[in-house]
């Protein structure tokens, strides 16, 4: 079979979908089907002037706000990127990995069939950093982009339960979307023994308010008061970065705490921490705390959506409520002070992430559903591989 993924961000960047995807491809390749990986450049802004028309709805009511206008270019440049790049190109198949990448692909390419996973909530993560309002007419307009999602392609997917259920609300068809969890290649991920004096706190995300950071920061300062020794290391970047550390610098943790910034490949510095704590306020899944697992750090996260789906409280790492400083102060404070636990808990993280968030469950189930939508060769390959 002849694929071809379909990205928003170019498959460098860090974390998520935009790291996984090329693993998938180069692990398809290697049985002998064709894959291509295709995403839309940062310098291609306002190249589009295609005209738009959504199935489901009427975006013109919406027009004039500017994350709306910009969401809509957006989409009519990924589709003149499409034309010029991809001229002449056939696919069996196409799997999308962002409502963009779907919706232009589809357009291009009407009578391909397209797959789209739904990796994140984009209109959520406004909310909660504070760019638009609950209700608003971006609002509406981001989920109503869901049902076009659905009626476009022809097969939804998405990376947790929480987060179909929370999809389902605007389909005309929730149960039939498809729930496939992120898998990772464990060779990118190699614990490393070590033995730190003082425990050593990670956390490795976007520096925006939707990730809990502030709640994280005062945690910590709460563990200060407690005299729990512990240092603090924040890799990631971000509009509110400097928010951030003038907030460390009045909770009386600046110098507990060390701002990395943009990390390319922090795997590779995970594994010598022993905590990994991440109070996001929400989470579709949470890729991290699976490559945190899989480094065997010891897992601290917030009881919301995709996290809470990976982490059995008291098994393989502590759950907290959001927007509780106390309560998450309480559970590093746990995992701080007793060293035993924190490493059966690690060991336990490890033990379900390479079970269950392997690449080759992915791979496995991709498979199967590549082959139901694809030509008779997709079939005869899975079967000389078997």
């Given at each position: ?90 696919y069996d198949l196409i799997h999308a ?122 945690a910590c300062a709460e563990l200060r ?129 390479k079970k269950t968030y392997s690449l ?27």
């Open positions: 079979m002849n694929i071809l993924q379909a990205l928003f961000f170019p498959p460098e960047q860090p974390g998520g979908v935009s790291s996984m995807v090329p693993y998938i491809g180069e692990r398809f390749r290697k049985i002998g089907w064709e894959m291509e990986l295709f995403s839309l450049p940062k310098r291609i802004r306002n190249k589009g002037h295609d005209e738009i028309e959504f199935a489901t709805f009427d975006w013109r009511p919406y027009a004039g706000h500017a994350i709306i206008d910009k969401y809509l270019q957006t989409y009519k440049d990924y589709v003149w990127w499409v034309k010029l790049r991809l001229t002449g190109q056939q990995h962002h409502p963009i990448a779907a919706l232009a692909m589809k357009q291009v390419y009407p009578n391909t069939p397209v797959l789209m996973t739904v990796h994140s909530s984009y209109e959520r993560e406004l909310i909660l950093n504070g760019k638009i309002a609950e209700g608003g007419p971006e609002h509406r307009f981001l989920t109503a982009i869901y049902g076009e999602l659905e009626h476009q392609t022809s097969q939804l997917m998405t990376v947790s339960n929480s987060f179909a259920h929370y999809i389902g609300t605007y389909l005309k068809e929730p149960n039939s979307t498809i729930v496939i969890p992120n898998g990772y290649d464990e060779k990118r991920f190699k614990p490393v023994p070590h033995e730190n004096e003082v425990a050593q706190l990670v956390t490795v995300c976007r520096l925006v308010p939707a990730k809990g950071l502030d709640i994280l920061l005062q008061k407690r005299d729990s020794k512990f240092v603090l290391h924040i890799i990631g970047d971000g509009p509110i970065r400097k928010e951030l550390e003038e907030l460390s610098q009045r909770l009386g943790i600046y110098d507990d705490t060390i701002f990395y910034g943009y990390m390319l490949h922090p795997e590779e510095l995970m594994p010598f921490f022993d905590i990994f704590v991440l109070p996001s306020r929400a989470e579709a899944f949470g890729s991290v705390f699976a490559e945190a697992a899989l480094c065997l750090l010891a897992l601290v996260g917030t009881d919301v959506g995709g996290i809470a789906e990976q982490i059995e409280d008291g098994m393989n790492g502590l759950l907290v409520p959001s927007e509780n400083p106390v309560a998450l102060a309480n559970a590093l404070e746990t995992v701080i002070n007793d060293p035993h636990f924190r490493y059966e808990m690690a060991r336990a993280g490890w033990n379900k992430a080759n469950r992915v791979i496995s189930e991709l498979k199967r559903i590549y082959s139901s939508y694809g030509p008779q060769g997709g079939d005869e390959t899975e079967q000389r591989e078997t």
